[in-house]
Every structure is written in structure tokens, then in C-alpha cells.
């Protein structure tokens, strides 16, 4: 969720086109398949108490954790001109 929240954000601010890849799993990638636009939800609680919405636009969405999926997360890697930053999310639960 750091990724989602903190990195991509500041990523997008900096001019880059940010995608994800979740190494386990689809569940993101699902999510977005089910979005009307290339955007995702975060939620930031504000001082006050108050839920402030925003959408996170994401270039991309795939899986490295789904076999039939892994080869489409490596195309997409293949076919990128320049990588400029590649950000590891790793959890305490693997």
C-alpha cells in the first residue's frame, strides 16, 4: 500500500508514468480491470478527522503471481524505452 499511496503520487508529481505489478496475487490488477478510468482510490485522513478522497492515476496494472498473467507483466516490462525508477514493495508476510 506504501507504493500506492506515497510512491506513485510522488512519482506522478515528478513528471513519471507509474505502473504496478504485484509479485503475488491479482487482486489490484482486478481492481483496475473494474475502474471506468485508469485511477485508483487513497484515502488520507486529515488532522481534523475528516476522509479526504483522491484518484491516483496508474499507467498500468499487472501480476507476476498469477501464472496465465506473468507473461503480460513481462511484455510490458520488454516493451519500455526507458526505466527510470522500479520500486520494491516487499511485506512482512513474504
Not at 503475488?24 to 485522513?45: C, L, N, P
Not at 503471481?65 to 519500455?80: H, I, M, P, T, Y
Request: aromatic share 8%.
Amino acid at each position: 500500500r506504501f507504493l500506492r499511496s506515497v510512491l506513485v503520487p510522488a512519482l506522478l508529481d515528478a513528471d513519471l508514468c507509474p505502473a504496478l505489478i504485484q509479485t503475488r496475487g491479482s487482486s489490484f490488477m482486478q481492481y483496475m480491470a473494474q475502474r471506468s478510468a485508469a485511477t485508483y482510490e487513497v484515502d488520507t485522513v486529515l488532522p481534523s478527522g475528516k476522509i479526504e478522497t483522491d484518484q491516483v492515476a496508474c499507467y498500468g496494472a499487472f501480476s507476476l503471481g498469477v501464472e496465465e498473467k506473468k507473461n503480460a507483466s513481462l511484455d510490458f516490462v520488454s516493451s519500455l524505452k526507458q526505466v527510470k525508477v522500479i520500486g520494491v514493495g516487499v511485506t512482512e508476510a513474504g
